[in-house]
Nanobody, 121 residues
Framework: QVQLVESGGGLVQAGGSLRLSCAAS????????LGWFRQAPGKEREFVAG????????HYADSVKGRFTISRDNAKNTVYLQMNSLKPEDTAVYYC??????????????WGKGTLVTVSS
């Protein structure tokens, strides 16, 4: 059974930092795209950052470039999202996802349950 379990969300002041973790289990993700998506209240789910399991390729949404960094630890089967210089508009539920179809919603086969990030002004 494939599981993606996020952790690390919480409440932080604007300008602060958080690191999200996503523990993956249940299958090999060696050929998969791993990604972080987020959904703010009343808005559609959107792509945030992605990485291949090899770590060779990464991709970021324009809104987080220079502030967020995605990485992975293959030995721990874990993907991380380091979020710096957080803004109130980063407030959302953050989801970890994995799939073979690229860093788009439709390309993801597996989803975690999400972790809430709240950035206060």
């Amino acid at each position: 059974q494939v599981q993606l379990v996020e952790s690390g969300g919480g409440l932080v002041q604007a300008g602060g930092s958080l690191r999200l973790s996503c523990a993956a289990s249940g299958r090999s993700f060696s050929s998969y795209f791993l990604g972080w998506f987020r959904q703010a209240p009343g808005k559609e789910r959107e792509f945030v950052a992605g990485i291949t399991w090899s770590g060779i390729s990464t991709h970021y949404a324009d809104s987080v470039k220079g502030r967020f960094t995605i990485s992975r630890d293959n030995a721990k089967n874990t993907v991380y999202l380091q979020m710096n210089s957080l803004k109130p508009e980063d407030t959302a539920v953050y989801y970890c996802a994995a799939g073979p179809g690229g860093w788009v919603l439709q390309g993801m086969n597996y989803w975690g349950k999400g972790t809430l990030v709240t950035v206060s002004s």
